[in-house]
């Protein structure tokens, strides 16, 4: 009996033993207490022992004694990034997101050839984004949006064939957007299903060659930075997109007939740049929610027929579009309708909303046109904006909800 307790208990011993020393790579643990040192507030459990994998450091998550995966997200971690990161050899998965982390990103990072996540949004890294990580080969999923970066985007991350998700958005890039040569990688060459650089000050033209039909691009944000040109008819080749947003730049010229080919778009915005010709003719576009054609100079026309016609429309944004005549009373009535607004055009003669008002309609601002009076045959009780109009000039409606100023 004593034998056998004396026996379990060695055991114990031996596993604990076995545990404590070695069960966390060395170099690994040198290189999380790098990581420590240069923040002013790492998580709490992190240096209580010298083995993260075995009495585990918060966040911290291994494989055979290797560290694997960093999920430091949202922790109020406040410092700097430890070059010493790049000596995690087996790291596949870093996310520090959501942290008051400042600095430089180290070029080292390129090092890290396991790394198929790495997630930095939303903390306060500056400096450029190294070409180096243009090296990530497995790299799936990068998103280092809502930074500081700045300088231009390094060509050499269309080097990264197996990436499906890029998110560069809300950072101070500049320059144009890299496509390839016959030297150097370009993001023409990039298989991401989305591909996100909204909000930088991106500029140049918007590359014919940056699109083509082998993509799986399904969407696409390039709006608000600083795009010139004209959009690339080469988009028509991008059949798979469903969201894209190019508003907000300085895209001029006409729009490619091509435009009209994508008719798998969910979302489509144009809104805030200086296209001219007609206006897009999105009749085929059968599972389309969302448009935001405003504030462009567009040629002056009557409503485009997909206006009654487009089955899946929630939302219909023109303002000051140029648009003249009668609105067709049968879009007040398209099923998934909820919120029309063609404020600032010039609308005119009678407005009639139709008998079939859809009742999810929530919004109609049709404020500054030319609507010179009203009929109203079916109930609809949410918002009608028409302050501006002709029709709030007789001293009947004066008062009338629907003329008041919001
Ligand atoms: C890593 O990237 C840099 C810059 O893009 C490049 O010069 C270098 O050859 C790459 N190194 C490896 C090992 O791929
Ligand atoms: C980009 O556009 C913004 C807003 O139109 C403007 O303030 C800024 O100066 C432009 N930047 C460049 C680099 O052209
Ligand atoms: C658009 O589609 C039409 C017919 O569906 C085709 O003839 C045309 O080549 C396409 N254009 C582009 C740019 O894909
Ligand atoms: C159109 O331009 C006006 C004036 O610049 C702006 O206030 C409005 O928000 C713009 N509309 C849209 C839908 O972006
Ligand atoms: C009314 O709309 C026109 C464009 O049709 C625009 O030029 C004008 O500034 C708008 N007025 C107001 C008060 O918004
Ligand atoms: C509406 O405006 C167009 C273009 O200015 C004009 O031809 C038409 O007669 C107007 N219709 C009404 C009913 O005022």
Redo the contacts with the bound molecule.
């Keep these: 009996m004593t034998l056998i307790i004396a026996g379990l208990l060695l055991l114990s011993i031996a596993t604990c033993i076995g545990l404590g020393s070695g069960a966390s790579d060395p170099n690994d643990v040198a290189a999380l207490r790098s990581l420590m040192s240069q923040l002013q507030n790492p998580p709490q459990t992190w240096g209580k022992s010298d083995d993260p994998c075995g009495t585990p450091w918060e966040g911290v998550m291994c494989s055979e004694s290797r560290v694997t995966m960093l999920k430091l997200s949202t922790m109020g971690l406040k410092g700097t990034l430890s070059t010493d990161i790049a000596q995690i050899t087996q790291l596949h998965s870093l996310d520090l997101s959501y942290n008051d982390l400042s600095g430089t990103l180290t070029p080292n990072i390129g090092n890290l050839k396991q790394l198929s996540v790495l997630i930095l949004t939303g903390c306060k890294f500056s400096g450029n984004i190294p070409q180096e990580l243009g090296n990530l080969s497995q790299l799936l999923f990068l998103d280092l949006s809502l930074n500081q970066f700045t300088g231009t985007i390094p060509a050499s991350l269309g080097g990264l064939s197996n990436l499906y998700w890029l998110d560069l958005a809300k950072n101070k890039l500049t320059g144009s957007l890299p496509v390839s040569t016959r030297d150097t990688p370009g993001l023409d060459l990039l298989k991401v299903e989305q591909c996100n650089l909204q909000k930088n000050q991106l500029s140049g033209v918007i590359p014919e060659s940056l699109f083509s039909s082998g993509m799986k691009l399904s969407r696409l944000h390039l709006n608000g930075n600083n795009f010139t040109g004209s959009i690339p008819a080469s988009i028509g080749l991008v059949r798979s997109l469903e969201i894209l947003y190019l508003g907000g730049n300085d895209l001029s010229g006409s729009l490619p007939f091509s435009i009209n080919n994508l008719t798998n778009l969910n979302e489509l915005n144009l809104a805030n740049n200086k296209l001219t010709g007609p206006l897009p003719n999105l009749a085929q576009m059968s599972s389309l929610h969302t448009v935001d054609l405003s504030n462009n100079s567009f040629d002056a026309s009557e409503a485009p027929s997909w206006f009654s016609t487009l089955q899946s429309l929630t939302t219909l944004k023109i303002e000051?579009g140029?648009l003249y005549g009668q609105i067709p009373s049968q879009m007040f009535g398209l099923p998934a309708i909820q919120q029309v607004v063609l404020?600032?055009?010039?609308f005119n003669g009678t407005l009639s909303m139709g008998n079939n008002i859809n009742q999810g309609l929530m919004v109609v601002d049709l404020?500054?046109?030319s609507i010179s009076s009203l009929k109203l045959t079916a109930s609809y009780k949410h918002t009608l904006i028409l302050f501006?109009n002709p029709v709030c000039n007789a001293v009947r409606n004066s008062n009338a909800d629907f003329c008041l100023e919001l």
């Excluded at 404020?343 to 010039?346: G, M, S, V």
């Design positions: 000051s140029g404020k600032n055009n010039a404020q500054n046109n501006g």
